[in-house]
């Protein structure tokens, strides 16, 4: 009987921690480069928690590249990988769900997305060992596609269960600012902006403020969240607001 080659693992703390120096430069190219580089060797050795990793990697770039063919390309592969594995209910299944759903939401697939976010949630509620980031993520990002659905009040009561959570992460303030300016939209497009004006300023004021909480790192990641909230701050009027989060993440993006 043919043996089979040992398993090779690939290094995956390794390879995340690579792609947040290619993110924290914005070199998606080389962040592509680098996930089909280690796929590819995760297949060739065998590696298949490290495949499914690393095809979790692919399908948020490529959400963040707006490229649907080939996050959906990922996202089915990753899915019959967790299927082979027989990771249902486990915290990996839940995050992979609630990757691809976040996906789905992204590219307008909503109650594809939905069904996802269910089925994380199940995996993720279940276990005590569920850290409270993860459940944040997995609130408010469920919340965001409620609120594509219309589905109002669920989508605000997942925002205030992603609020309660990230308080508990380690520098959750950052996520719960995110938080903050999805909830400012959904009462914009469920009240109009002249009835939910006094809330919606609110929520930025309390989104700007946790922007800048105390002992939050300047790094890669704080630069891409300044990016993605200016735009809502601008949108609002929050003008300083909104260059100030553009000026810091120009700067750390830069290297200075």
């Known amino acids: 009987m043919e043996m089979l080659n040992p398993i090779r693992p690939v290094p995956q703390q390794r390879i995340r921690d690579k792609m947040d120096d290619y993110m924290s430069r914005r070199d998606y190219a080389g962040a592509e480069r680098h996930l089909r580089y280690w796929l590819e060797e995760a297949r060739a050795g065998r590696d298949r928690r490290g495949e499914l990793m690393v095809l979790n990697e692919l399908v948020g770039h490529y959400r963040k590249t707006g490229e649907r063919d080939n996050a959906m390309s990922c996202a089915d592969a990753a899915l019959k990988l967790l299927n082979a594995l027989e990771m249902g209910g486990s915290i990996s299944e839940g995050t992979t769900c609630v990757n691809i759903a976040t996906a789905m939401n992204a590219f307008g697939d909503n109650d594809e997305a939905l069904a996802l976010f269910e089925r994380a949630r199940a995996a993720y509620e279940a ?8 459940l944040g993520g997995l609130y408010n990002n469920m919340a965001l596609t409620c609120a594509a659905l219309k589905r109002w009040d669920e989508a605000l009561k997942l925002y205030e269960k992603a609020m309660e959570q990230m308080g508990r992460a380690p520098h959750g303030a950052l996520e719960q600012a995110i938080t903050c300016l999805n909830m400012a939209n959904l009462i914009e497009d469920r009240d109009g902006m002249e009835s ?35 735009p809502t701050f601008e949108y609002y009027g929050f003008f300083a607001d909104a260059e100030r989060l553009r000026r810091e993440s120009t700067r750390i993006y830069e290297g200075h």
């Open 196 to 230: 939910g004006e006094a809330s919606i300023y609110d929520l930025l004021d309390r989104a700007s403020a946790l922007l800048d909480a105390d002992g939050i790192p300047h790094d890669g990641y704080y630069a891409f969240v300044c990016e993605k909230c200016a």
């Open 127 to 134: 276990s005590p060992a569920t850290e409270p980031g993860l």
